[in-house]
């Protein structure tokens, strides 16, 4: 691909080739592939299917609405312009089957990583990149064994992606995939970077010792508190008016916890009034980086990350499982998250469901490239008239 797209540019003829997805994918896999040791397999002259054309093929099932299944995949590699433009041979049941036992999901993590550095870097209040960190669970099948585990009583079978979303970009910057009884804020211990701020739901805020470790880490947070929890109040903080127009109606320096030596570090809590309850919002900067307004306004947007999962889930259509050990399934959420960084990438934003239809109607042949951007272009102006509203 010639050149990184940005959402401000238009589309023309002559760009025709930035949306071929399947072929940027192809152009990314190839250079990660040199930055890692693949196995020995993909080497061996007598091997028919390469990774190149298992992964595009794969792809294609998430892009492609006509197509959903394992079989149907095989299936479609055997047309003549599937081969083409996608996949260079026809590819069997089984060769789709084992490739995923021989691949190494770190290939498409690189991948992933190479194309969330090519969203521009937005920094937001406190002069940091701020990130929202949840995590979704997917349900898995009966048989998937290593996705077992026992939830409220009952045993159930799902896998858990563990997602930091940047907030200005709206768009997945780092993700871990574990089985559904992984911990979130173990995985989230290995995703923070230094000098970022995190956004986080309650689930996070039970864990006192972990504020001190992003404290000395470097990270900063705004994370919401579970309602019993121990606030040791030491020092009152005036608000302003901006801190009142944000509904917050008090904020001061305390420690957490109800026994002496398992208290946290130092922290600012701003209690805010919603329509429904109080939200208490515990962050470790200081109202000279960071305002009681402002810790509030960040934390409204955490509803993001929840449109995302939905967007993966429902419009990306990522319900299926094409693959089901643990490496197959890692390889097909990886392959979403690669996906929803192309579209973003090509369309300037996250795609919505009318959006992604008319996607998949050019990726079919049906739409014109005219037609696509006229059909995206009448999608971003009824966006921005409801943001303005």
């Not at 994918?25 to 299917?49: C, G, I, M, V, Y």
């Not at 799902?158 to 910057?173: E, F, G, I, T, Y």
């Not at 919401?224 to 901006?242: F, G, H, M, T």
Request: hydrophobic letters at 45%; glycine letters at 6%; aromatic letters at 8%.
């Amino acid at each position: 691909m010639a050149g990184k797209p940005t959402p401000q540019s238009q589309l023309t003829e002559r760009d025709l080739s930035r949306w071929r997805l399947v072929e940027d994918f192809r152009t990314r896999l190839a250079q990660a592939a040199q930055t890692l040791t693949l196995h020995p397999t993909w080497s061996d002259p007598q091997r028919l299917l390469q990774y190149r054309d298992y992964l595009s093929l794969f792809l294609l099932g998430l892009l492609n609405p006509a197509v959903r299944t394992m079989r149907g995949l095989c299936a479609a590699s055997h047309l003549r312009r599937v081969q083409e433009e996608v996949c260079s041979r026809s590819v069997s049941l089984g060769s789709f089957s084992e490739a995923q036992t021989v691949l190494d999901p770190a290939l498409l993590a690189e991948v992933f990583t190479q194309l969330s550095r090519a969203l521009p870097v937005t920094k937001g209040a406190a002069q940091r990149r701020w990130l929202i960190q949840d995590g979704s669970l997917f349900d898995a099948l009966p048989r998937m064994y290593w996705a077992l585990w026992r939830r409220q009583g009952k045993a159930q079978s799902q896998v858990r992606l563990h997602l930091s979303l940047d907030l200005a970009q709206n768009a997945p910057a780092r993700a871990a995939i574990t089985p559904g009884k992984g911990c979130e804020r173990a995985a989230w211990r290995t995703l923070w970077q230094r000098g970022e701020g995190y956004v986080a739901d309650r689930y996070y805020g039970e864990d006192y010792q972990l504020f001190g470790e992003m404290d000395r880490a470097g990270v900063a947070f705004v994370v919401r508190l579970l309602e019993e929890a121990v606030i040791n109040v030491e020092e009152e903080l005036p608000l302003s008016q901006a801190d009142r127009q944000a509904k917050v109606i008090r904020a001061a320096w305390v420690r957490l916890g109800c026994r002496a030596r398992y208290r946290s570090l130092r922290l600012r809590v701003v209690w805010v009034q919603t329509d429904k309850e109080v939200l208490r919002l515990a962050t470790n900067l200081g109202p000279e980086e960071l305002s009681a307004g402002e810790v509030a306004l960040l934390y409204q947007q955490r509803w993001q990350v929840e449109l995302f999962f939905r967007w993966v889930k429902c419009i990306l259509g990522c319900r299926h499982w094409l693959a089901q050990s643990p490496g197959g399934v890692a390889i097909e959420l990886y392959l979403a998250l690669i996906a929803a960084l192309l579209l973003q990438l090509y369309s300037g934003q996250a795609p919505n469901r009318r959006m992604m239809e008319l996607i998949q109607l050019y990726l079919l042949g049906v739409a014109s490239l005219d037609e696509l951007e006229q059909g995206l272009e009448r999608q971003r102006q009824r966006f921005a008239r409801r943001k303005k509203s």
